[in-house]
Each structure stands twice: as structure tokens, then as C-alpha cells.
């Protein structure tokens, strides 16, 4: 049964970092791709990064150069390391396996999710 439990959210300044932690049960990370999802109150979900054992890390435009995923397999847990964080990262951040990972992020759930842990940027 998969199991994804998020956590390490919280309330931060802007210009200030973050770190977020992926627990895994049921299945071995260094095996499937995994991304890292945000919904911003009254947006749609979108994919923000996406992590391969075998090809690293994949981030959408807006992220890039201060976000960094990566994923420790002894630990089974996927980390997002935020820094320079702005107003506009404000949201709950999702967790989820994913089909495979684009240049630009992850291709969509598979449908599992954790319970989101939120990140509020603001002064």
C-alpha cells in the first residue's frame, strides 16, 4: 500500500528557505520517478519538480536555479530543498508518483497522494 507523508512546511520571509521531506512506504524510491506538486489557494495543482534516481532533478521555469530535489534511498524519502523563496511559492505542497519526468517537471500523478504540507512566502 503506498503510503506519502509530507512535511516541513511552514511560514517563511521572502528571501528565506525552506525544506520539504517526502516519507515513502510501499515502494522503493530509487525504482520510480516522484515529483513534488503545489496548489496555490484557488489554482489548479501543478507539477513543480520531478526527481529520477537515474536522471536527477527537472523543475518548471518559475523554480529553477532555487529549487533542488533529491532523494536519500536509505531513508526512502524525497526531499525539496527551497531557497529564495517568493510570495508567489505560497501554497500546499504535494508529493506524488509520477508517470516520468519532462525537462519541465513531472508528467502528472499517478494518483496517489499525501496529505500536503503548506508553505505561506510573506513579509
Known amino acids: 500500500q503506498v503510503q506519502l507523508v509530507e512535511s516541513g512546511g511552514g511560514l517563511v520571509q521572502p528571501g528565506g528557505s525552506l525544506r520539504l521531506s517526502c516519507e515513502i512506504s510501499?515502494?522503493?524510491?530509487?525504482?520510480?520517478?516522484m515529483g513534488w506538486f503545489r496548489q496555490a489557494p484557488g489554482k489548479e495543482r501543478e507539477g513543480v519538480a520531478c526527481?529520477?534516481?537515474?536522471?536527477?532533478?527537472t523543475f518548471i521555469n518559475s523554480v529553477k536555479g532555487r529549487f533542488t530535489i533529491f532523494g536519500d534511498s536509505a531513508k526512502n524519502t524525497l526531499y525539496l530543498q527551497m531557497d529564495s523563496l517568493k510570495p508567489e511559492d505560497t501554497g500546499i505542497y504535494f508529493c506524488?508518483?509520477?508517470?516520468?519526468?519532462?525537462?519541465?517537471?513531472?508528467?502528472?500523478?499517478?494518483?496517489?497522494w499525501g496529505q500536503g504540507t503548506p508553505v505561506t512566502v510573506s513579509s
Open positions: 510501499g515502494f522503493a524510491l530509487e525504482y520510480y520517478p
Open positions: 506524488s508518483l509520477t508517470h516520468n519526468c519532462l525537462p519541465s517537471g513531472p508528467n502528472g500523478s499517478t494518483g496517489s
Open positions: 526527481y529520477s534516481s537515474h536522471s536527477g532533478g
